[in-house]
């Protein structure tokens, strides 16, 4: 008996360490699968409700994993690795796909491309288009329309950065009678939360120096701009509804749960947050107005841009990579993904089969748009690295907490700069 | 005989660990010597470039910093959880009440991950320095060091008390009691009889504070995950975020010879330790 | 004399209860945050107690059990575990034997490279050993023991080949002429000799695979699986949203069954500790 048992238990140990390496290659293969390393956290279950939708109608297996906040680019780094690598992933511009331009297939020719508004959504690597923008997004000040009404002010009385700093500061003195806890919610610095400030409000210096520069991109930024970036910070941080040394703890989850609970006015971030904003509150009660930097006030649109691209894994089987490019057209020309894209991710993508989206803040920028302003475009596409916005946002942090100086930021940013261009080249 | 027996059943008792072992330890460990000699982004595209990553090893000062940083780490950890398991297990050795739930307690801790320990540390120490109004962990590198240094010793001084209480029960009662009827005092027992004693347990407990701390990553990654700007990254960590993080063709490499001179380290650290042991117990 | 030493005794329980309570005091923190609501769970409110406005029960408990997936990875850290503590010692205990009592070159390479593996750093094979892992499939839960066999051989057949060499081989020659196996032999009279060693290596190694968290992250294939250690890194996930109370439930989800386990086998804990590091 015992030598029988022992007998099992060694054959056992065997077999499974066999079955480890032979019993994975399954069925079907050949109709390709799709596997999504998606970027957007927020579009979690929107895409997983989609990537079920599309297996239902198709059969095709499409999984979707989201990256931790922050670790996409870690993630994606020990997902290429394996051989069953993402078929999709994304890249966030022209800095991005440098890094990944080997591994990307090449999409000339294909549908999607095809059906793009235009050819300025293409992401190109010479003569080779690596990437497809799936989404348009705009971001400004959130306003809580209510509260500012109830202050004495309107939305047409925001006419630049220094009557938006008078109203804020009036708002923050009478914050006790107005039940609010500030004028802008906190400015959450938390490594999770930190690209409001970091990514997105460092696009305007950017910006208005590549402007005045004529250029649209550089190996040494510099900084011209910083001062009125220091401005619009120390707004944020002053007219607040805590105090500077909270901040690094503090999430952009946080900072949106004050605005909801309307104990505050104003709230930096953009359109992707309508969907969860729109619950609380009615279109009426919401606006989103530009980031006034001081510099051109009067003709400052929202900033309007992308910084996602899908780009196909070329390393992928030939049926997975034609599954891939099946199920991206069909998100974008299909009446369950449009209306998925549109509805429930609240994006606006760019290709000539999208509905229109129920975005408010999407719309607004239409309108802005309309009315002759000029939208800021996405140039953090163009900053050298992970590593150069984690410095900034480092210095920004310590900055607001009292424990760093301004100083460091500009070092953070024009220094850090010159140092990131000079490894990536 | 017994030998000769079992010699010929090699397929049932060696050959499945040591065919593991291969997999799992021996394989990936030449392949990685190879790769840090390699410029690569995944195993596919390999480009050989020799001493380069090493090279480059230098002009990255977030690796000096890192292992200076480690190697203070590391010191201060095993000073401070060694002293403080000592006395603790010399106070539970004497017959006061309750010893055995102060025992329990004091060693639960080590039975927590890593990544939790690290979690409900930050929960904690983050409410702390609120309150003393001092900047957080993740915006002030002496914070988070002093962060690491009260979670490891929170972890770990269950663990080395409960070893220098089995060597303390091991020192022989009768030779304390010559000590006492010479007219020793409880200083000279402590000193003369019991430190020399217990010897085996001093250096098996540093040596485990020392490579726990040279090696630490979990409670690293979720105590502060480095911040601010990688000034709080230990060793362990600075490799991960290299190899992983750090986007750019260059990096993996660099990343991996970096962690070939890590292990140089331990090895070193481990070689050292073992010689101060056997000439110890040529002593004895 | 013998009062003030009776003195000394009493102020030392005063100091060591007032200790104990400083010890298992972030556990409680912990268990208090996970019972208020999200909201009230900031930093600046991080000691407050839960009151009745902000009390939330178990709510956070059911949204970290119901809505991340928590069970699935509690059966999984569960089934790694299990799994990879068995075939680690089944394994490594015959190996162990063998190497102890068969006096060749490759039972001494052998042995000499799991000593030589246990000084190396995770870091120098995780790469590596994560696309091997990935190669040759070995990465779902149900084989991926086969990878801690690897990994952990070292340490366990350390201690195993320590304990073996204590063991006369009179026994084992008794039992052989007595036309025992060389199986039987060590079913029969191997194991329940080792019965002491291999508790306290199952620990060691429990207590290793339970909580590690890198070797899974890069190990298992994430499109389907993921560890508690693994979930709860993830909380961390989501632009700007730290879903705090269902962390701290999930916190105390993974800490409970430790410590009960630990309350349980208390003994055998702290004999495995004290024998891995007589060895180790």
């Known amino acids: 008996m015992k030598k029988a048992i022992s007998v099992l238990v060694s054959a056992a140990m065997a077999v499974s360490m066999l079955a480890g390496t032979a019993a994975t290659v399954s069925a079907d293969e050949a109709a390709g699968k799709v596997y999504y390393l998606n970027f957007k956290p927020e579009a979690d279950e929107a895409w997983q409700k989609l990537a079920a939708a599309y297996t239902e109608e198709t059969g095709v297996p499409v999984s979707v994993v989201t990256a931790a906040s922050g670790e996409y680019e870690t993630t994606l780094m020990s997902e290429m690795g394996k051989s069953d690598a993402p078929t999709l992933f994304q890249v966030n511009g022209p800095v991005g796909l440098a890094n990944w331009k080997d591994y990307c297939y090449d999409l000339t020719g294909s549908d999607i491309v095809g059906n793009l508004t235009s050819d300025a959504f293409a992401l190109k690597d010479g003569d080779m288009i690596a990437g497809v923008a799936y989404v348009i997004e705009s971001y400004g000040i959130i306003v809580n329309k209510a509260l500012l009404e109830k202050a004495g002010y309107k939305l047409e009385d925001i006419t630049g950065f220094d009557a938006l700093k008078s109203i804020a500061d009036d708002i923050q003195a009478r914050k006790d009678e107005l039940g609010v806890e500030g004028a802008f919610s906190c400015a959450g610095m938390d490594a999770s939360s930190d690209w409001r400030f970091k990514t997105h409000l460092a696009n305007l210096p950017i910006y208005y120096e590549y402007k005045a520069d004529g250029i649209d991109n550089t190996d040494a930024i510099k900084g011209d701009f910083l001062d009125n970036y220091k401005a619009v910070f120390d707004l944020y941080i002053t007219d607040s509804t805590c105090e500077g040394a909270e901040l690094s703890a503090k999430t952009a989850d946080d900072s949106r749960a004050e605005f909801a609970d309307s104990k505050a006015v104003f709230y930096q971030n953009g359109s992707w947050e309508y969907s969860s904003l729109s619950e609380t509150f009615s279109d009426d009660d919401l606006a989103m107005i530009p980031i006034y930097f001081g510099v051109d006030d009067e003709n400052q649109g929202l900033c309007t841009g992308t910084e996602n691209y899908w780009c196909v894994n070329n390393g992928a089987s030939e049926e997975d990579i034609k599954a891939t490019l099946d199920f991206i057209n069909w998100c974008v020309t299909s009446e369950t993904g449009t209306t998925a894209m549109a509805n429930d991710m609240g994006f606006v993508i760019p290709f000539t089969t999208a509905q229109e989206s129920p975005n408010l803040f999407v719309k607004q920028d239409a309108e802005y748009t309309a009315a002759g302003k000029t939208p800021v475009s996405w140039n953090f596409t163009t900053m050298p690295s992970e590593e150069w916005k984690n410095g900034v946002g480092s210095a920004l942090t310590a900055y607001a907490a009292g424990t760093g100086e301004w100083d460091e930021v500009v070092s953070a940013f024009v220094d850090g700069w010159a140092s990131e261009a000079a490894l990536a080249g | ?283 004895q | 004399m013998i009062q003030k030493t009776k003195r000394n005794y009493t102020i030392l329980t005063v100091v060591f209860t007032f200790l104990c309570i400083v010890w298992v005091y972030p556990i409680v923190t912990i268990l208090l945050n996970s019972l208020k609501d999200t909201k009230s769970i900031t930093t600046r409110d991080v000691f407050n107690l839960p009151n009745s406005k902000t009390f939330a029960g178990i709510s956070n408990y059911v949204e970290s059990i119901t809505g991340m997936n928590f069970l699935r990875s509690f059966f999984f850290s569960l089934l790694i575990s299990l799994t990879s503590v068995a075939l680690i010692l089944l394994c490594c205990s015959m190996a162990a034997w063998y190497v102890v009592r068969v006096n060749s070159l490759i039972a001494k390479i052998f042995y000499y490279l799991c000593i030589f593996s246990m000084v190396v750093p995770f870091q120098m094979v995780m790469f590596t050993l994560a696309t091997t892992a990935d190669r040759i499939k070995l990465n779902t839960p149900y084989n991926i023991c086969v990878i801690y066999l690897g990994f952990g051989a070292g340490l366990a057949v350390f201690m195993f080949t320590g304990f073996v060499k204590s063991i006369p081989l009179e026994i084992e020659e008794a039992a052989m002429i007595d036309g025992c196996s060389p199986i039987q032999t060590y079913f029969k009279v191997l194991v329940p000799i080792l019965k002491p060693t291999i508790i306290s290596t199952a620990i060691l190694e429990t207590m290793w695979v339970w909580n590690d968290y890198l070797l899974p992250t890069l190990v298992l294939d994430i499109k389907k699986y993921r560890t508690i250690p693994m979930a709860i890194q993830y909380f961390r996930g989501s632009y700007g949203t730290v879903n705090m109370g269902a962390m701290m439930a999930s916190i105390m989800i993974d800490i409970i069954p430790i410590i009960i386990m630990y309350l349980v086998c208390q003994k055998y804990i702290i004999e495995g500790v004290i024998a891995g590091a007589v060895k180790g």
């Not at chain 2, 840090?36 to 390999?46: A, H, I, N, R, W």
């Not at chain 2, 690290?118 to 915006?139: D, E, K, V």
């Open chain 2, 1 to 283: 005989m017994v030998g000769k027996t079992i010699k010929k059943y090699w397929p049932i008792f060696l050959l499945p660990t040591a065919a593991a072992f291969c997999i799992g330890f021996l394989w990936p460990f030449v392949w990685g010597i190879y790769l840090s000699f390699c410029q690569f982004t995944t195993v596919s595209k390999v480009t050989f470039v020799g001493f380069s990553n090493y090279a480059k090893i230098m002009l990255d000062n977030t690796f000096s910093h890192a292992f200076w940083l480690t190697v203070l780490f590391a010191i201060l950890s095993s000073v401070i959880i060694n002293v403080m398991a000592f006395l603790i297990a010399l106070a539970l050795t004497k017959k006061i009440k309750g010893t055995n739930v102060f025992r329990t307690i004091f060693f639960m801790p080590n039975l927590i991950g890593g990544i939790v320990l690290g979690y409900i540390w930050q929960t904690l120490l983050n409410g702390i320095l609120m309150s003393l109004g001092q900047p957080l962990l993740a915006l002030s590198a002496t914070n988070g060091f002093w962060g690491m240094i009260i979670l490891l010793s929170w972890q770990q001084i269950g663990y080395m008390m409960i070893i220098y209480i089995a060597g303390l029960n091991n020192v022989p009662g009768d030779l304390i009691e010559a000590a006492q009827v010479d007219g020793a005092n409880s200083w000279q027992t402590l000193f003369r009889i019991k430190i020399p004693m217990i010897m085996p347990s001093v250096t098996i407990c540093t040596f485990l504070t020392l490579t726990n701390g040279f090696k630490m990553f979990d409670q690293n990654l979720s105590l502060t995950g480095g911040d601010p700007q990688k000034a709080s990254q230990l060793l362990a960590l600075n490799i991960y975020d290299t190899f992983y993080a750090r986007s750019g063709p260059q990096w993996k490499g660099i990343g991996q010879a970096k962690a070939v001179v890590f292990f140089l380290i331990v090895v070193v650290i481990a070689l050292a330790q073992l010689r101060l042991t056997t000439s110890k117990e040529v002593q």
